[in-house]
C-alpha cells in the first residue's frame, strides 16, 4: 500500500517540532559547546566504554570520516583515549577520560532536566498517552529481534561437515595444507567410533537449521578433559558465538567430573587465543614448529575446573 502524501507531510512536521523543542537547531546542545553528533557520540563511549569506532559508526548511522574527525576533535581536548583491539590491532577501543566523563555530565543532567520539564508541563493522562505514543514509534521502527542459536548434538552429515568447514577456513585464512585436514579427520574419527556421552560431546551451532559453528569435549583421562575443534564461521564472528561454545564446554566438563580443561592452539589463532584468555584459560607451553606447511608457535592451554 502506497504511503500518503499526508502521512509523509505528519511526520516531517513531527519531526520539526520535536527537534526545535530539544533545541537540536542550535549550535550547541544544552547550551554546552557540543553539538547534538558530538553529545550523542559521548554517550554512547560514556554507556558502552570499549565500543570501537568501527561499531560506533555504524550503530550511529555516522560517516567514518566525520566521526574519525569528532575523535581526533575529542582526543586533542584530552576526553577520550584509543586502545588497540587485543585481538585485531587494526580496530581502536574507545573510552572516555576523567576530563571526558566530567564534560558528559552536565550533559546527560541537562537532557534530564529538559525532558523532566516537557513531561511536566502535561497532565498525567496525556503524560502516558506521549510516552506510549514515543514507544510505540520506536518499536515500530526497530529491526527485528536477532534469530535464536541453537547449540545442539550433531546429526547425520554434521561430522563430515565440521572436516570440510575447517579444512577450507584453515587454507582459506593461514594457508593450511591437508596435512591439518587430516588432523581433523581423525579427531573426528575418534569421538564416532567410541562416543561417551556422559564424558565426551559435541554441539553444532545453528540459527534456523544454518550451521555456524561447533566444538568437541574430548577425554584425555579421568581428570582431563580436552576441548577441540572449536570453529565459528566467518558471518557469525562477532556474536559471541565463540564465548557460548566454549561455556557450554566447561560447563559439561565441570558436571562430568573432570578436574581440568586442556586444549591444543597456534600462536596465529589471535581471536581464538583471545576467547580462551577471557574464559580464563592460561598457555603453559609454546613451541616453534612447521606443521600444515607453514612455521607455527604450538601452544598447550590449561584451565583448572
Given at each position: 500500500?502506497?504511503?500518503?502524501?499526508?502521512?509523509?507531510?505528519?511526520?516531517?512536521?513531527?519531526?520539526?517540532?520535536?527537534?526545535?523543542?530539544?533545541?537540536?537547531?542550535?549550535?550547541g546542545m544544552?547550551?554546552?559547546?557540543?553539538s547534538?553528533?558530538?553529545?550523542?557520540?559521548?554517550?554512547?563511549?560514556?554507556?558502552?566504554?570499549?565500543i570501537?569506532?568501527?561499531?560506533?559508526?555504524?550503530?550511529?548511522?555516522?560517516?567514518?570520516?566525520y566521526?574519525?574527525?569528532?575523535?581526533?576533535?575529542?582526543?586533542?581536548?584530552?576526553?577520550?583515549?584509543?586502545?588497540?583491539?587485543?585481538?585485531?590491532?587494526r580496530?581502536?577501543?574507545?573510552?572516555?577520560?576523567?576530563?571526558?566523563?566530567?564534560?558528559?555530565?552536565?550533559?546527560?543532567?541537562?537532557?534530564?532536566?529538559?525532558?523532566?520539564?516537557?513531561?511536566?508541563?502535561?497532565?498525567?493522562a496525556?503524560?502516558?498517552?506521549?510516552v506510549?505514543?514515543?514507544?510505540?514509534?520506536r518499536?515500530?521502527?526497530?529491526?527485528?529481534?536477532?534469530?535464536?542459536?541453537?547449540?545442539r548434538?550433531?546429526?547425520?552429515?554434521d561430522?563430515?561437515?565440521?572436516?570440510?568447514?575447517?579444512?577450507?577456513?584453515?587454507?582459506?585464512?593461514?594457508g593450511?595444507?591437508?596435512?591439518?585436514?587430516?588432523?581433523?579427520?581423525?579427531?573426528?574419527a575418534?569421538?564416532?567410533?567410541?562416543?561417551?556421552?556422559?564424558?565426551?560431546?559435541?554441539w553444532?551451532a545453528?540459527?534456523d537449521?544454518?550451521?555456524?559453528?561447533?566444538?568437541f569435549?574430548?577425554?584425555?583421562?579421568?581428570?582431563?578433559?580436552?576441548l577441540r575443534?572449536?570453529?565459528?564461521?566467518p558471518?557469525?564472528?562477532?556474536?559471541?558465538?565463540?564465548r557460548?561454545?566454549?561455556?557450554?564446554?566447561?560447563?559439561?566438563?565441570?558436571a562430568?567430573?573432570?578436574?581440568?580443561?586442556?586444549?591444543?592452539?597456534?600462536?596465529?589463532?589471535?581471536?581464538?587465543?583471545?576467547?580462551?584468555?577471557?574464559?580464563?584459560?592460561r598457555?603453559?607451553?609454546?613451541?616453534?614448529?612447521?606443521?600444515?606447511?607453514?612455521?607455527?608457535?604450538?601452544?598447550?592451554?590449561?584451565?583448572?575446573?
Amino acid at each position: 500500500m502506497a504511503v500518503a502524501l499526508r502521512q509523509i507531510s505528519e511526520v516531517r512536521a513531527f519531526n520539526r517540532d520535536y527537534t526545535r523543542r530539544i533545541g537540536v537547531l542550535g549550535q550547541g546542545m544544552l547550551d554546552s559547546p557540543y553539538s547534538l553528533t558530538q553529545a550523542r557520540v559521548l554517550y554512547e563511549i560514556e554507556h558502552r566504554p570499549g565500543i570501537t569506532a568501527t561499531k560506533l559508526a555504524c550503530d550511529l548511522g555516522l560517516d567514518a570520516g566525520y566521526l574519525s574527525r569528532i575523535i581526533r576533535g575529542f582526543e586533542a581536548r584530552g576526553l577520550l583515549r584509543r586502545e588497540r583491539g587485543a585481538r585485531d590491532a587494526r580496530s581502536q577501543h574507545l573510552r572516555l577520560t576523567a576530563a571526558g566523563r566530567r564534560a558528559y555530565r552536565p550533559l546527560e543532567r541537562g537532557s534530564q532536566e529538559q525532558v523532566r520539564r516537557m513531561l511536566t508541563a502535561l497532565g498525567a493522562a496525556q503524560r502516558t498517552e506521549v510516552v506510549s505514543a514515543m514507544t510505540g514509534i520506536r518499536a515500530a521502527f526497530a529491526p527485528p529481534p536477532a534469530k535464536a542459536v541453537r547449540l545442539r548434538a550433531p546429526l547425520p552429515g554434521d561430522l563430515g561437515w565440521i572436516i570440510e568447514r575447517h579444512a577450507v577456513l584453515y587454507a582459506r585464512e593461514f594457508g593450511w595444507g591437508e596435512g591439518f585436514e587430516g588432523l581433523c579427520a581423525g579427531i573426528v574419527a575418534d569421538f564416532a567410533r567410541a562416543p561417551d556421552p556422559a564424558r565426551e560431546r559435541c554441539w553444532i551451532a545453528t540459527v534456523d537449521g544454518r550451521r555456524l559453528g561447533c566444538v568437541f569435549v574430548a577425554r584425555d583421562d579421568d581428570a582431563t578433559a580436552r576441548l577441540r575443534l572449536l570453529l565459528v564461521e566467518p558471518q557469525a564472528r562477532g556474536l559471541g558465538l565463540g564465548r557460548r561454545l566454549v561455556a557450554r564446554c566447561l560447563t559439561f566438563a565441570r558436571a562430568a567430573g573432570y578436574r581440568r580443561m586442556v586444549l591444543w592452539t597456534h600462536g596465529n589463532l589471535l581471536a581464538a587465543r583471545h576467547l580462551y584468555a577471557q574464559a580464563g584459560f592460561r598457555m603453559t607451553a609454546a613451541e616453534p614448529r612447521h606443521s600444515f606447511g607453514q612455521d607455527v608457535v604450538s601452544e598447550t592451554w590449561e584451565l583448572q575446573l
